[in-house]
């Protein structure tokens, strides 16, 4: 089992057990749809995975704002979507195993505000 960062995020080569963590600043549009405010963003990151099922965390934090996190299966589309609420604030996190493949992650925020959020992925 293993997950690499490609270089839109980290270095070229990483194997399990991944660590890393990016800081990014969001200027997010304000869109009806919570997940499409991380749709106006760039590419944070892309993870490749292989191997077989392969456990990630995400976790998105700041100090300020209520952030969203999207990660796209860029082979057939699927998408998963967590929104921070008045509960969680400035955090998101989304644990999960993931099957083989390519996946884009996007961190957007939820009223449309600019933040700095920090995206750790372990």
């Known amino acids: 089992t293993m997950a690499t960062i490609l270089p839109a ?10 660590q890393r963590t990016e800081t990014i600043t ?12 991380a749709n106006t963003q760039p590419e ?7 191997g077989g099922l392969t456990s ?6 700041g100090n300020g704002g209520q952030p969203t996190l999207r990660v796209v299966n860029k082979s057939n589309g699927d998408e998963t979507c967590v929104t921070a609420d008045n509960l ?3 955090q998101v996190e989304l644990s999960a195993a993931w099957e083989d493949g390519t996946y884009g992650v996007y961190v ?15």
């Open 44 to 50: 944070a990151a892309t993870i490749e995975v292989s």
């Open 88 to 90: 969680s604030g400035s």
């Open 26 to 37: 969001v200027t997010s549009t304000n869109q009806a749809a919570p997940c499409n405010r």
């Open 56 to 61: 990630l965390d995400f976790d998105v934090s």
């Open 9 to 18: 995020f980290a270095a070229p080569k990483l194997s399990a057990p991944l």
């Open 108 to 122: 957007g925020d939820r009223n449309g505000e600019s933040h700095t959020f920090t995206l750790s992925i372990r």
